[in-house]
């Protein structure tokens, strides 16, 4: 079965000219294990948000009022409910658009009795764009997104604007942006376009001392592992909404 089947996701229809989407995450097939597949479809509801063209209410998402940190492209998920656990006091919504992942952190926050964080299944461009009001975010994590290393590819990557200002918008004044990569190229271009973001200042001059975080540490992930096998660097970048 295709490792991508969200209902949500638009249909090759939607995408066709005049309005062509260019997606940040590849359209692939993936192996799902039988226990993802069974999380997927038993534990995901009972935290999935779904994507809807309005206004998300936080307060009422997650029964309360707290802090709320965005991750875009979480993967398996083990940062994502290891900072959760760090912090129960700070809320998450948590992005990713493949179903073995979604499993797998829907496991994790079952076995882990996690209940502040919310996960869902969709481009998280129109996320941003769509549910998230301006000045609403504590902090906003995207580690190791898909580095698209092609020329022709580069249009893909997510750390580029006009996403990373529509980003910016939706971070608090005194809120944070932390992206970590292992390609080196992007993390040039991630300084370069969040430097002349207006709403953005550089918490450190360039690359932050890796694996800060605002939160709580940031645990090696599974691509972080992975370009570090292939013998790639670690670029970490952290970025503070401006007017604190
Ligand atoms: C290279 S993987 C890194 C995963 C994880 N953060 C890690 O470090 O192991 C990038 C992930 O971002 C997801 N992704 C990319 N663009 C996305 C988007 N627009 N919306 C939701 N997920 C996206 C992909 O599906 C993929 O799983």
């Not at 005194?174 to 969040?194: I, K």
Request: aromatic residues 8%; positive net charge.
């Amino acid at each position: 079965m295709p490792d991508l089947q969200s209902p949500d996701l638009p249909s090759p229809d939607q995408e066709g000219p005049p309005h062509r989407r260019v997606r940040s995450f590849a359209l692939r097939r993936g192996h799902v294990t039988p226990a993802q597949r069974r999380a997927y479809e038993t534990l995901f509801p009972r935290v999935a948000i779904a994507f809807e063209d309005r206004i998300l209410d936080l307060e009422q998402a997650f029964g309360r009022r707290a802090p709320c940190v965005l991750e875009i492209g979480f993967g398996m998920g083990e940062t994502t409910a290891a900072i959760a656990a760090a912090r129960p006091d700070i809320d998450f919504i948590a992005i990713e658009v493949f179903v073995a992942g979604i499993g797998a952190l829907a496991r994790r926050i079952e076995e882990m009795e996690l209940s502040n964080v919310r996960v869902i299944q969709h481009d998280a461009t129109e996320v941003v764009r769509r549910m998230l009001a301006p000045a609403t975010l504590a902090g906003v994590h995207v580690f190791f997104p898909d580095p698209w290393p092609k020329k022709r590819h580069h249009k893909r990557r997510l750390i580029a604007q006009p996403f990373a200002g529509e980003l910016a918008e939706r971070i608090n004044r005194g809120g944070y942006l932390h992206c970590a990569t292992d390609w080196q190229p992007y993390a040039e271009q991630m300084v370069e376009v969040l430097s002349a973001e207006p709403r953005l200042e550089n918490l450190h001059p360039g690359f932050a001392p890796a694996p800060v975080n605002p939160l709580a540490e940031r645990p090696v992930t599974r691509f972080h592992a992975r370009g570090k096998s292939l013998g790639h660097g670690t670029w970490d970048l952290i970025f503070r909404r401006a007017g604190a």
